[in-house]
């Protein structure tokens, strides 16, 4: 019999050690089922296990599983293909063929992107289909169960809008076209696979249940517990997050007003903002580590995070050693990730976010050899302790919220809205930023990757580059807000410092809006053991 690749595991380790599989259908692991997911306890753990998968390795990839460490690997593999990061090398390996576009050629393969980001959103969304089908009879206490009913429908949602983000282009313009499967219901080896539904379907999808997560949420009152749930306030970022694909601006400001309210995070401060770089010597190879306020989830204006303690810590298989190039774990050192020397030199010297990576230190990538000390390196994101391998992983900020709200009231016309919401950022990172951008009105944007600012949206869309950077997937915003992009520009005499710009396509020194290279194939095994996916059912693998 078919089985379709959703048929996954619960992470239920964390009081059954010796339980591998939550999801099999043998009479014995049936029973342990029944009785994890029979009261409000059980579930809370189910609960957990799921949001351990979210910064674990997860070794259903049998190879490449280093590149494969839950939503810091998807964001940062988003964020590489775009054009404001920049990977300096091939290093091991690890996020070089999404920099340069050539993961959809393996979509065949089970230990490459199209494969990981399927199974990995999909393995989230099995498991919690299963917690929201038993909380209904499930016993205990009738608000906890409703507080993790409603962190399942959030995290589905949260599951939903990454794989369509991924695997279609943008809602609007493309409401039509085929998305994703929706599965709301537990499956098992017996499940039949459903077709893709359409992109406006899965939004659809999305939208309930943040709104069931949203009421379900204010009905219970219950506190988080820590600060890898998703609750209220971080969902009401989500789905200020959703509201900004689909062009709802009322939405999107409602919703990032409420995450704003928050009680439990505050924005950074100019002097919390600061980083210390950490050093790299090239002839002694000695590192030091530097600070930074992005490694850790008490940071005040963290809304949604994973805490790592040391002994969940891994060494390869993570996010810091794809960025640390001040360590002596290889992967960073060897390809080093970079900003844009355009986006560099948007940040002016008054702002403290110029600190936050290497300007030109004449030691660009022809010259350079390993570590830290290369034109335009990033230290934004570093190891909290290298010694230990230890760095927490950020999901969520409140400075989001506030450039999403800036956004949505400059879409609606509301300059002055929209400038007060985005002071309350750069009054904190910029002592001049009042006075530049005075006079500035304008919902619209002007240019996609480079250009100069002319309007008020041109510097909302800015400074959410330069913040954000590395948080969000840049590929994202690229795709929804459709204005085309490149990686060849000049920056006074400085050409870019992309070290690919697409030598694929020499054709296209801007790439248009739908770009398909940005669009995962869906990958081959679903297509063999799905009945209801065909090869006909394929993204198109051609640029039209």
Not at 132 to 154: P, S, T, V
């Amino acid at each position: 019999m078919r089985r379709i690749i959703l048929i996954i595991t619960l992470t239920a380790w964390a009081i059954f050690p010796s339980c591998t599989s939550l999801m099999e259908t043998s009479p014995s692991t049936d029973v342990v089922k029944e009785q994890i997911l029979s009261n409000a306890e059980g579930l809370e753990v189910a609960m957990n296990g799921v949001y351990a998968t979210m910064y674990n390795r997860l070794n259903f990839v049998t190879a490449n599983a280093h590149q494969c460490f839950g939503n810091m690997a998807v964001t940062l593999a988003a964020d590489l293909m775009g054009e404001d990061m920049v990977q300096t090398a091939q290093g091991a390996g690890w996020f070089w063929k999404d920099y340069n576009y050539d993961q959809r050629s393996r979509y065949t393969s089970k230990i490459w992107r199209c494969y990981f980001t399927w199974k990995y959103f999909y393995e989230i969304i099995s498991n919690v289909n299963y917690i929201i089908a038993a909380a209904d009879d499930a016993d205990g206490d009738a608000n906890e169960l409703e507080c993790i009913l409603a962190q399942a429908h959030a995290a589905r949602a949260f599951a939903y809008f990454m794989l369509i983000q991924s695997y279609q282009q943008t809602l609007v313009g493309h409401e039509d076209l085929p998305g994703v499967p929706i599965y709301t219901e537990p499956t098992d080896a017996s499940s039949k696979g459903k077709k893709r539904s359409s992109v406006a379907e899965v939004y659809k999808q999305i939208d309930l249940d943040l709104e069931t997560a949203l009421s379900l949420f204010e009905e219970c009152k219950v506190a988080r517990k820590h600060i890898s749930n998703l609750d209220f306030y971080s969902t009401s970022l989500l789905q200020a997050r959703v509201a900004l694909v689909e062009n709802d601006w009322t939405k999107a400001a409602e919703a990032a007003r409420r995450a704003i309210s928050t009680p439990n995070a505050s924005l950074l401060s100019r002097s919390d903002a600061v980083v210390t770089k950490g050093t790299f010597n090239n002839t002694t190879a000695a590192w030091t580590t530097g600070l930074t306020p992005f490694n850790d989830v008490t940071s005040s204006s963290v809304m949604w995070g994973a805490e790592l303690i040391s002994d969940q810590s891994t060494v390869f298989a993570s996010f810091f050693s794809n960025m640390d190039a001040c360590t002596n774990v290889y992967y960073a050192a060897e390809a080093p990730k970079c900003i844009s020397n355009w986006l560099y030199a948007q940040i002016p010297e008054t702002d403290i976010r110029k600190g936050w990576w290497n300007g030109n230190i004449g030691v660009p990538a022809s010259d350079w050899k390993y570590g830290a000390n290369i034109n335009y390196n990033q230290f934004k994101f570093q190891w909290a302790d290298q010694k230990s391998y230890k760095g927490d992983y950020i999901f969520m900020r409140l400075e989001e919220a506030y450039l999403i709200l800036a956004e949505a009231l400059c879409r609606k016309q509301d300059y002055s809205g929209a400038k007060n919401a985005l002071g309350e950022v750069m009054s904190r990172r910029d002592t001049n930023w009042s006075a530049a951008v005075a006079g500035l009105t304008g919902s619209e944007q002007t240019f996609g990757s480079v250009g100069t600012v002319r309007t008020l949206m041109d510097e909302i869309l800015l400074q959410r580059r330069i913040e954000l950077w590395g948080e969000t997937g840049r590929i994202f915003d690229i795709l929804r807000l459709a204005k085309g992009w490149t990686r060849y520009w000049t920056v006074g005499e400085e050409v870019s410092n992309h070290t690919n710009y697409l030598s694929k396509y020499p054709e296209y020194l801007n790439f248009p809006a739908d770009f398909i290279e940005c669009i995962m194939m869906i990958p081959q095994v679903e297509i063999d053991n799905n009945p209801n996916i065909n090869p006909e059912d394929q993204n198109p693998y051609v640029q039209n």
